[in-house]
């Protein structure tokens, strides 16, 4: 790798928290525990659209140490916070009698214990009044958004690319419901502290639940305290303050005692979203000698009936390719489903799956070769916004990608190589995941010590956001890592954006590398003397420390007059396919990753491999089935959803090039998501490269490759 | 419900428990010893971040009622490391191979790998990926897991 090292960082050092981690020392939320603590389950509708008629509680009342059931029938009416940079957050539970989608919260019962709350849950009878639901993608009836997001992009003359093309690519590529289904079960504790309130919370954004759940009660922000130290991995799924969150609250305020509420693995499925299934319809024109002259990218998605999500799809088209025309749409239709919400690399997983198949039918249509076509048509400026990037090494990732990898071994003909009764394929993408920045604050102070901490209300869902953010700001205090201490994951710290959209170490490391500078110079001001210890200088002054807030701020692309760049990457992914099962191996994967500068290569390795595995799973396992009728998700389980295991997954090697991007002082780009795009149109394309089957539908399982 | 009397013996410690008869070895664990290290990932016995050893072999704590474990010995993630802190080899390989992320499924991972180990099916790549295939980790870290195993199993034993 190239990335710049200075004292502290780039090193590949062990995760600081690692320590707690291995031995199941790190608190979670799901570890907390209160004296005198209740627990709630909660009752979920079993249809997918209507209104309740009755709720019957007397069977779940007589169930010992039941303290409560809360239904639409006695919650108070509750507020809803303004929209945050996401979107607006969930519309408040148990408002009203309406069912919007299966799986709705229409009770909560607290008890003593969870074993006396899951059965009393079980023991509420609901009748409703079932109406028809829209369910289905195709379904005309759910209403219809055109470009939900603002964020749909023109240039040129689309009709008349196509009309000088002289090969035109037409298709329409699906992809499934897929569910975060993050391990750690996400659960809240609610304890209300005289009018305030604390949560411990599986949040990847503390300070978007303390604005939530303040305006959900009525209360100042600062009377609510939100804790997330650890949590059990989100993937987008923490990102909101979801429903049960406020319930927590709602109960532990109804009982008058400390609520623990743990979700089920099923609740999992239907309460804190999920990515959303998509129709994307694609027209590619090229030249003869493989010149893109248009794009058309419409991508449909689903969304729920009442709430929203920022999901943009079509936006890997606007900003892939050179190419003169282009048209990327997006639609949202309103469908009786749980909300979707941020699943790692919300859009782009959907999106780089319909672009990079296209690419690389088009290429089989030109007789060009895959890496070839996309390098020929490389985006040396920003498409769209005409400025030079900030950084981008995409280049580097092909050569690199393609000469480990070994591509050009590659017999280009489709179903030429086997292994014996396999059939062996390879196939690629390139990708990025755009840039993505909010302000953050932070919190720098040197104690009589010498010693620092570095504060921010951000979490650190295994990202390795502790461990960074002490090696950068080791290096820029001048100290050595194990006198520098982060405190994470509280939202009384100083405001943070989430731990989202590959954003938070650029906004978290740039507030980190403002205050330290702002730090050493106050230190100068105070009279340092060359070479003198922190604690000799405030000593001298009579400080019993010295603390410094500052907050980041996103660059703007017009005023610095360069495109912000996120990560680029090549995929590489070689595929086993059985020739009469139709089962498929991944063998191996190569990924090649310019993600700016690396603060800590082995936690930046792990997050590209966990990403890669993450698309291995989009690829040919992961499918969230709506059951047609009534609207139940019909899979939800670890037993029936099949996400990746061990035996799945071969070695994936990783390399990093490029250097540091010139946006921002530290240099980094996000890689949070970078590890994911691009795998699931590697593995189709390795599919199609294999058998001469072209699967246009995620997930690509046995059956689809197996009809006829 | 009914409750009943139950004498766990966790990590060396006996402990005589008075609880509801529905009570998990999961729940009994975290809730009742408030030994926290042990993990609910399902609650179905399908992703086995619950992994106890129980006499010794790996079980699905979710899957065991408390009651089925009165009098047997349960050995949890916090009886691995020595009484002076000392990380047991596995948990420092983990560590040291970057084998976990968010954390969450780890006490399980390592529970499994060192039960693994005992059953002698740590020799190849493929038997860890196979026999470690009851473990999910969402956040994807097997190969680094495969490379902690495989960096205990091929020590010269102390």
Redo the contacts between chains.
Sequence with gaps: MTATSGPATGAPV??V????????????P??V?YPDMAHAAFVRSTIAAGRILAIEVTAAEAV?GVQAIITHDNAPRLGRAAASVLGPPPPAPLQDDRILHNGQYVAVVVAD????AA?AARRVVVTYDRAEAALDLDDPRGESVANPFGWDAARGDVEAGLADADVVHEAVYTTADNTN?????FTTVAAWQGDGLVLHDASQWTSNVRTTVAAAFGLPEPSVRVHAP??????GAGLRAWPHVVLAALAARVVRRPVKV?L??PEMFTGVGHRPSTVQRLRVGAKRDGELVAIEHEALQSVAMEDDNLEPVSGVAADGYACANLSARDIQRRLNIPCPGSMRAPGHAQGSFALESALDELAYELRIDPLELRLRNYAETHPQLGLPWSSKALRECCAVGAERFGWTARDPRVASMTDGRWQVGYGLAGVSYPWWQVRCRVRVTIGADGTADVRSAATD????TYTVMQQLAAELLGLELSQVRVGLGDSDMPWSPAAGGSGLTGALGNAVHLACKAVVERLGELGRRTGESYADVLARRGLTELSTDAESTPPDPQVLGMAPSGAFAAKFVEVHVDRDLGVIRIARIVSVVDGGRILNE??A???I??????GIGQAIFEETITDAETGRIANA???DYL??????????EVTFVGGPDRMTPTGTKGIGEIGLAGIAPAVANAVFHATGRRIRSLPITIDRLLQP | MSACSVTLRVNGSSARLEIDSRVTLLDALRDHLGLTGTKKGCDQGACGACTVLLDGRRVLSCLTLAAQSDGREVTTIEGLSGEDGELHPMQAAFVRHDGFQCGYCTPGQIMSAVALLEEGRAGSDEEIKEFMSGNLCRCGAYPNIRAAIRDVAQRPAT
């Design positions: 062990d995760r928290d690692g320590r707690l981690k291995v031995a199941g020392a790190a608190p979670y799901s570890d525990r010992g214990t969870p074993q006396q059965e289904n993050p391990l750690g079960l650890y949590v059990g991995g989100g993937f743990t089920t693995r869902i295994g990202t390795g082995k936690l390795r792990s997050q491999v966990g990403g890669t595995i993450g389980t670890f037993g996400i990746p295991v061990n035996a799945d997954v071969p070695d994936i």
